[in-house]
DNA sequence: ACGCTATCAGACAGACCTGTCTAGGGCAAC
DNA sequence: GTTGCCCTAGACAGGTCTGTCTGATAGCGT
C-alpha cells in the first residue's frame, strides 16, 4: 500500500563509529541509577537512540556492556581519588587523608547512589564476571592506599590501608541510603585520626 | 478424559498457619543469595512447597514478601549485634568493640554474601518502602551504637557512633565482594582503636 | 458425620526481557 | 556510478515474570 518512497523522516543518523559511546553513555546513567537489572536493553537502545541491530553489533550480550560501564566507572573513579590525594599536596599522609575529598565530592553529586560497583556486587552472584570486576576494582584500590601508606612511612601499612578502605567503603555504601555529605565529612574526619594513629602520632 | 478420582499424589499438605512461615523461609534463603530481583515469585512458591494461591494470600504482593524479609533480616542481625555486644561483658566501651564479632561471625558463616539492606538498597530506588525501610534500619543501629558510645563517656558519642558504623558498613559493603575474614578482624581492630582515642585514651 | 476453612495443583493473562532477523537508507571511497 | 559499510526501523521468537482464577481436597472443630 505504502509507496516505497513516502517513507517517514529519513532516520536521525548517528555519525559512524560514534554509537557505541552513546550507548555507554546512555548505559552509564541507566545502570547507575536504577540498577543493572532494572535497566533493560531495550530502554537503553531506545534512550541511546541507536537501532537495536547496531546494539548488539557493539555489545552481543547485556554482559559485556555492562563489564565496558564498569570499566568506565573503575576510569572516572579511580581518576577522581588520584585527583583528589593529588589535590592535598605532595606530602603522602596528607593524601591519604585528601583522597576523602573524593568521596564528599561524589556524594554531593545529584543523583549519587553510593558505589557502583558495590551495588553491581549485591545483584551478581560470586564467580560472575562481573563480580569478579567488582573484587578486581576493590584490590586496585586498595593497593593504592597501601603504597600511599608506604610512602608515608607507616608502622604498619597493610593494616592502615585495610582501615581505610574499610571506612571508604562504608562511606560509599551509606551512600547508598542517603546522600549524607556528613557520612562523608565524618568519613574523612575518621580516616585523618586512623592516618595519624598509624604513624605513630598521638593526635 | 482422566476420571476425577484418579488423581495423583494427593498433595502433601501444609499444617494450617505454617504456610507463611515457609514461605517467608525460603524467601529469606533466595533473596539473600540470589537478590531481590533475580529471586522470583515461582521459584519461591516453587521451594516453598506452597501453593501460589496460598502465598498470594499471605503476600498480596512481592513487596509485601520483601519487606517482611527485611523485617526477618532486622530483627535477627540486630539480635546478633545485641549479644555480641553483651557477650564483651559490662563495660560500655567494651561493647562497642565486641559488637564487631558478629560482624566476623556473620562472614565466616556460609554463603555471606554482605549485608541483606545494603544489597537491597542497592537493588531499590530512592524513595521505595523497601529503600526507607533499609535507611530505617541503619538509623536504628547507629541510634543504639551512639548510646553505647554516650554510656562509655566518649567525648562526642555523635561523632564516634558514625565512625564506628562506617567501619561496621565498611565491613559488612566487603563482604559482598569476598567474605574475607580478615576485613572482620580489621574491623574490630579499627574499631578498637576508634573507641580508645574516642574516650580520650592514648592507645 | 458435616461443614468450614486452609491448602493444593496448575492453567492463564499480560507484561517485559533478551536476542535474532529482515529490509532498507545514507555516506564515502573507488 | 557502483560497491561496501554502517546505520535505521521494527517485527518476531522464546523465555520469564507477576498476579488472577478455577476447582478440588484435607483436616479440624462441632
Chains 1, 2 share one sequence.
Not at 4 to 9: D, F, L, V
Not at 136 to 157: C, F, M, S, T, V
Amino acid at each position: 500500500m505504502t509507496p516505497p518512497a513516502a517513507k517517514a523522516t529519513p532516520a536521525a543518523r548517528t555519525p559512524a563509529g560514534q554509537a557505541r559511546d552513546k550507548i555507554l553513555a546512555t548505559a552509564f546513567r541507566l545502570f547507575y541509577a536504577h540498577g543493572l537489572r532494572a535497566a533493560g536493553i531495550d530502554t537503553i537502545i531506545a534512550e541511546s537512540g541507536v537501532a537495536k541491530a547496531t546494539f548488539y553489533k557493539y555489545f552481543p550480550a547485556k554482559d559485556e556492556l555492562i563489564l565496558a560501564y564498569l570499566e568506565k566507572v573503575d576510569g572516572i573513579w579511580t581518576g577522581q581519588l588520584h585527583a583528589a590525594a593529588e589535590a592535598a599536596g605532595p606530602d603522602p599522609a596528607a593524601r591519604l587523608v585528601g583522597l576523602f575529598d573524593a568521596l564528599a565530592s561524589a556524594c554531593r553529586r545529584d543523583g549519587y547512589r553510593g558505589c557502583a560497583f558495590i551495588n553491581a556486587a549485591a545483584e551478581s552472584v560470586s564467580g560472575t564476571r562481573v563480580h569478579d570486576r567488582t573484587v578486581a576494582h576493590k584490590e586496585h584500590i586498595r593497593a593504592w592506599i597501601r603504597d600511599l601508606a608506604d610512602q608515608a612511612g607507616a608502622q604498619d601499612p597493610d593494616r592502615l590501608a585495610r582501615s581505610l578502605t574499610l571506612v571508604l567503603d562504608g562511606g560509599l555504601a551509606s551512600g547508598v541510603l542517603d546522600a549524607d555529605p556528613a557520612a562523608a565529612t565524618a568519613a574523612r574526619d575518621t580516616a585523618s585520626q586512623l592516618v595519624a594513629a598509624g604513624l605513630g602520632r598521638n593526635p
